[in-house]
């Protein structure tokens, strides 16, 4: 089993939509989460971080449920814009980040 | 602020030819510096980690190496490069625990 795991996708939606990602992580000892987005040939950019039960940041939201071992992501009002690659992260002992494949959203006129 | 930078932006080698890639940082001390990389239309791959000087950590075995010549510099070297080492290489750094900055990348293919 990957230690992080993702829907590749892709989601296409109508712009103005609302998404939701799921990501599972295998590592329970894991201590911090985070969601970058990627633009196509680009690095991945931050978008949030998740320390806590969750986190709001505008349009978006992620939530962290560690019981169940997973972290999502929401987007409201979805925008053109917002097409991109989300990826999940985890953030185990030893500064060691994993990074699951990605989700690849395309939102549509 | 913070910034991080990588070159060359792109890069085409042939086989069998050697390789350095640096990437250095800004703004900060005692960064952790880390080096992935990305082949196309898949997920990141770590490769090393560094929390110092002189300090490597090698994730997947193969024919690279890293070197952190100085505190803020981080290079990605290989002696021969092979067909399957074509890709994007990211590097990064983090202040040890928190979020991690990504370099703007080189885009490497060996022919």
């Known amino acids: 089993r990957k230690e992080v795991e993702q829907d590749p996708g892709p989601f296409n939606v109508p712009e103005g939509a609302t998404v939701a990602f799921n990501c599972t992580y295998s590592?329970?000892?894991?201590?911090?989460f985070f969601w970058y987005r990627q633009d196509c040939r680009k690095e991945p950019k931050l978008l949030m971080s998740v320390y806590s039960s969750g986190n709001e940041d505008g349009r978006f939201t992620a939530q962290l449920n560690r019981a169940s071992q997973y972290i999502s992501l929401l987007i409201r009002d979805s925008k053109l814009s917002d097409s991109a690659t989300y990826l999940c992260?985890?953030?185990?002992?030893?500064?060691?980040?994993?990074f699951g494949p990605g989700t690849r959203l395309s939102v549509l006129p | 602020s913070q910034t991080i930078h990588q070159w060359p932006a792109t890069l085409v080698q042939p086989v069998g030819s050697p390789l350095s890639l640096e990437c250095t940082v800004e703004?900060?001390?005692?960064?952790?510096l880390y080096w992935y990389r990305q082949a196309a239309g898949r997920g990141l791959q770590l490769l090393f980690y560094s929390v110092g000087i002189g300090q490597i950590s090698s994730e997947v075995p193969q024919n690279l190496s890293a070197s952190r010549p100085q505190d803020r510099q981080f290079i990605l070297s290989s002696k021969k490069l092979l067909l399957s080492d074509s890709g994007f290489y990211l590097c990064?750094?983090?202040?040890?625990?928190?979020?991690?900055?990504f370099g703007p990348g080189t885009r490497l293919t060996v022919l």
């Open positions: 703004g900060t001390s005692n960064p952790n």
């Open positions: 590592n329970s000892a894991s201590q911090s």
């Open positions: 992260v985890a953030l185990g002992y030893g500064q060691n980040f994993v």
């Open positions: 990064a750094w983090s202040a040890g625990g928190y979020e991690q900055f």
